[in-house]
C-alpha cells in the first residue's frame, strides 16, 4: 500500500495583485512539500489573481501578467505537483482554469464548465466555458480536475467518471453565508457518491469587498463521508492523506474541525471582513459613532476583535435629546474595550445649519428634516476624522433598517464599510450575546433597552415600525425568498404591517444604491445579490 499526500492551500489572496499572490503561492508550496512531505499541493480558484477579480478580467495586460505569475510559481514547483487556479485567455476567449504543474512543467490544463451566474456570481460576463473533462494521472491514481461550480451540478463529475478518474480535486473560491459549510457537505456527498471517487475540497479564506470566504477545505471519501475538514476562517496549508490500494484511492476518518456555531460563524466571518476590508485597502484603523445604542455596540466589539484596542476609535456625538444613560452606556463600553473615545457635542454644528436655513424654512412645520440634519451633523464630523486621520468610518445600520429606509442618507449612512448591513435587527441582538458569553464587552442595559435613534422626545424605533421579530420575518420572506404580499399574509402576519413594509423596502431602494457596502452573511444581501431599479412600477401584491 502506498499513501498519497495532498495539501490543501486555504490561501487569503489580495484580488489583482499577481506578483504578492505567486509569493503566497511559492510559500504554501515550500510548505507542503518540506514539512508535509506532500506530493501534490492543491490551491484556491483563481487563487493567482484571488476571486472575484471582476472588470480586471477585462484589463489588456492581464494575460502577460498572469504568464508572469505562473512563471514564478514553475520555476519554484520542484519536487511536488501544483494544482492551481487562474484566469487563461486562448484566442479571443477567455478561461477560468487550473493549471496542473509538475517539476517547473506544465502538464494539464483544465477549464472551468459550468460558470455560476446567479446571486453574487456573474462569470458568464467574462468566460466561456470549457467543454471536456481533464484527468491527469497524480502517482498513479487517474485525477479529475474541477473548478468550484462544477461540483454543484452532477454532469462534470459524470463527464470525469466516464473518462476514467479515480479522484477529484475540485478547487473553490465559495463565499460564505449562514450554514452554507452544511450545504457543501451535502453537495460533495451527492457527486462523491455519483462519481464512485473521493473528493479533494480546497476553498479560499479572507474578505473581499462584500464577500467573505470561509476556507472550511475537505476531504470526503467515495460514500461521501466527511473525512478531513480544515478550520473556518483560518489561513494555512493542511495536510490529508489518500491510501493507495493497488492504484485505487481509499480515505480513512482523519482531523475534522467541527465546524462553526451558527452565530459563531457570523460572528467570525464580520470579523474576518472587517480585518481585511481596512488592511487590504491600506487604512490606519477605524471610527466609529458609539451611541449607547445595539448596533453600534456591536460594531464597535467586532471591530476590536477584528483590529484590537489601538486601530479603533469611538465617537459619542451627543444633541439635546441623547439621553444620559446613553452617554454612560458609550463610555462603559469603551472602558471595557479600551479603545480610544471622546465626545463631541453636535449642538453648534446642528443650531449653525438652522440658523443658516431659517429663511428657507420660514413659515413651515418642523419635521423629519430636523432629525435628520442632526443624523447629517454626526456623518459630517466623523468623515472629516476619517479624513484628517485615514481611518475608515464603520457605519452601523443593520439589514432591517436598510430594508425599510430607517437611515439617513449623507448622516448615518456616512461611511465607508457597513458591518451590519446584511444583519436583521434579531440577529444584532442574538450576536451581542454571543459576543458577551466570550467576554463582557457590551453593556448589559445596550441589550435591554428598547432601540431608539433618539432624533426626537421619547422616539422608539417600533413607533413607526412593527416589532422586530414581525418585521424581520416579513424581510425574510421578501427579500430572501421572493414571497409576494399575498404569500406573506397568507402565513398570519397582518396585511397592513405587509402592505407598509413592502412598500417601504420598494421605495428606499434609492437609498441603499447611496449606502456603502456591507459585508454579505446572508443568502440574499442588498448589493450584488438584489439589484432592483430604482424608478420601478411594479407593486409586490400577488
Keep these: 500500500m502506498n499513501r498519497l499526500t495532498i495539501s490543501l492551500a486555504q490561501l487569503n489572496p489580495l484580488v489583482g495583485d499577481i506578483p504578492g499572490n505567486a509569493e503566497q503561492i511559492v510559500a504554501a508550496l515550500r510548505t507542503a512539500r518540506d514539512r508535509h512531505g506532500a506530493q501534490v499541493a492543491v490551491f484556491p480558484e483563481l487563487a493567482l489573481i484571488g476571486y472575484p477579480p471582476e472588470d480586471l478580467l477585462l ?3 492581464l494575460q502577460s501578467r498572469v504568464e508572469r505569475g505562473l512563471q514564478v510559481v514553475m520555476a519554484a514547483c520542484s519536487g511536488i505537483v501544483a494544482v492551481l487556479g487562474y484566469p487563461w485567455r486562448e484566442g479571443d476567449r477567455l478561461y477560468n482554469a487550473a493549471g496542473v504543474i509538475r517539476d517547473g512543467q506544465l502538464v494539464a490544463r483544465y477549464y472551468k464548465q459550468s460558470l455560476p451566474n446567479y446571486q453574487v456570481f456573474d462569470e458568464q460576463r467574462y468566460f466561456a466555458p470549457g467543454d471536456a473533462p481533464c484527468v491527469v494521472d497524480l502517482c498513479g491514481v487517474p485525477t479529475a480536475i474541477t473548478i468550484c461550480e462544477d461540483i454543484w451540478r452532477p454532469e462534470p463529475t459524470a463527464c470525469a467518471a466516464r473518462a476514467g478518474a479515480r ?8 463565499p460564505f453565508h449562514r450554514g452554507k459549510q452544511e450545504r457543501r457537505h451535502d453537495v460533495l456527498a451527492a457527486r462523491a457518491r455519483e462519481g464512485r471517487m473521493p473528493i479533494v475540497y480546497v476553498n479560499q479564506v479572507g474578505g473581499q469587498d462584500e464577500l467573505i470566504f470561509d476556507g472550511g ?3 470526503v471519501d467515495a460514500g461521501g463521508a466527511v473525512c478531513y475538514q480544515a478550520p473556518q476562517m483560518r489561513v494555512g496549508v493542511f495536510p490529508v492523506s489518500i491510501d493507495l490500494i493497488d492504484g485505487h484511492p481509499e480515505v480513512a476518518r482523519q482531523q475534522i474541525t467541527p465546524a462553526l456555531e ?6 467570525q466571518a464580520l470579523v474576518l471582513g472587517v480585518r481585511d476590508y481596512v488592511r487590504k485597502n491600506g487604512f490606519r484603523g477605524v471610527v466609529i459613532g458609539l451611541s449607547g445604542g445595539i448596533d453600534s455596540a456591536l460594531t464597535l466589539a467586532i471591530a476590536v476583535d477584528a483590529l484590537g484596542t489601538e486601530q479603533v476609535e469611538a465617537v459619542m456625538l451627543p444633541y439635546r435629546y441623547t439621553s444620559q444613560l446613553s452617554r454612560d452606556l458609550a463610555s462603559e463600553q469603551a472602558e471595557r474595550l479600551r479603545v480610544r473615545y471622546r465626545t463631541i457635542d453636535i449642538a453648534p454644528v446642528v443650531d449653525a445649519s438652522m440658523a443658516a436655513l431659517a429663511e428657507e424654512f420660514a413659515g413651515l412645520d418642523a419635521d ?5 440634519l442632526q443624523a447629517r451633523a454626526r456623518g459630517m464630523l466623523l468623515m472629516a476624522i476619517s479624513n484628517k486621520k485615514g481611518s475608515l468610518v464603520l457605519t452601523t445600520g443593520n439589514k432591517s433598517e436598510m430594508a425599510v429606509g430607517y437611515a439617513t442618507l449623507y448622516g448615518d449612512m456616512a461611511g465607508g464599510l457597513d458591518v451590519l448591513k446584511d444583519v436583521p435587527k434579531v440577529t444584532v441582538f442574538e450576536l451581542a450575546r454571543y459576543r458577551n458569553g466570550l467576554s463582557p464587552a457590551i453593556p448589559e442595559e445596550v441589550i435591554t433597552r428598547p432601540p431608539s435613534a433618539e432624533l426626537a422626545p421619547d422616539q422608539k424605533d417600533e413607533d413607526s415600525l412593527p416589532p422586530y421579530p414581525v418585521l424581520d420575518r416579513i424581510l425574510e420572506l421578501y427579500v430572501e425568498q421572493d414571497a409576494s404580499a399575498v404569500d406573506i399574509i397568507a402565513q398570519g402576519f397582518p396585511a397592513g404591517d405587509v402592505h407598509r413594509v413592502l412598500r417601504m ?4 431602494e434609492y437609498k441603499r444604491r447611496q449606502a456603502p457596502i456591507g459585508l454579505r452573511v446572508s443568502q440574499r444581501a442588498f448589493g450584488r445579490d438584489r439589484r432592483y431599479p430604482i424608478t420601478n412600477g411594479w407593486r409586490p401584491g400577488g
Aim: a negative charge; glycine letters at 0%; aromatic letters at 4%.
Design 505 to 508: 423596502v420598494d421605495l428606499n
Design 59 to 61: 484589463r489588456p495586460a
Design 167 to 174: 479522484l477529484m480535486i475540485n478547487l473553490n473560491a465559495s
Design 262 to 267: 451558527p452565530l459563531a460563524s457570523v460572528y
Design 217 to 219: 477545505s475537505m476531504l
Design 368 to 372: 423629519k428634516t430636523e432629525e435628520n
